[in-house]
């Protein structure tokens, strides 16, 4: 599975990349607040760990209903409303924008090896069963020991999930990186376009 570090990256680009979105212009959470934000949600479906973990098995509950395209949808729906009706941005793009902030997550581990069975996850849960996982990975794949909270913390916390984090850490930096450098060159070439954070 990837780790914090990648997800959050990817939902910073989706915070970067939502003002494109139709009805877009101004995002519907702004400045390094919207940012955070949106890294946090990138990371929302792996709070089943935390659910798990206050239960004593961390693992029970990771990669089932929280990951899927169903979850997404309804937290986009609920988060649209919700920010519709407290501060009157726009139903739809709000949805569109913190759904897909989400789905960045799913993504993200589709692309993300795992080899032990079953291998992926049921994304289109209830409507399949079936297990989904790309043909081609891009992130390693780290054991954590999901049994106890104690095998919780010390398989987070070993050696080789270090190394794969800084993999992860070199990864997001080139990406978030080159994103930032395109938009640069797009604003210079443009200049009555506006960079937000």
Do not use: C, K
């Not at 913190?98 to 993504?107: D, K, N, T």
């Not at 993200?108 to 795992?114: C, F, G, Q, R, S």
Request: net charge positive; proline share 6%.
């Amino acid at each position: 599975m990837a780790l914090p570090i990648a997800h959050a990256a990817a939902g910073y680009l989706v915070h970067r990349a939502e003002r494109r979105l139709p009805g877009g212009g101004r995002p519907p959470i702004g400045g390094w607040q919207g940012a955070v934000v949106f890294m946090l949600i990138g990371n929302l479906p792996d709070l089943d760990f935390l659910v798990g973990f206050l239960i004593g098995r961390p693992g029970m509950l990771h990669r089932g209903s929280s990951h899927t395209v169903l979850a997404a949808l309804i937290f986009g729906v609920a988060a649209g409303a919700f920010v519709h009706w407290r501060w009157r941005e726009r139903f739809g793009h709000v949805a569109l924008a913190f759904g897909a902030a989400y789905l960045s997550h799913l993504l993200l581990d589709y692309v993300t090896i795992d080899t032990r069975p079953p291998a992926g996850a049921q994304f289109l849960w209830p409507i399949s069963s079936m297990y989904f996982l790309a043909p081609v990975t891009i992130f390693n794949e780290i054991y954590i020991d999901g049994q106890t909270r104690a095998g919780f913390l010390r398989t987070v916390l070993a050696w080789p999930t270090v190394v794969v984090l800084a993999r992860e850490i070199v990864i997001a930096t080139v990406v978030v990186g080159t994103w930032h450098v395109v938009e640069s060159w797009r604003a210079r070439s443009n200049p009555g376009r506006l960079l937000a954070f």
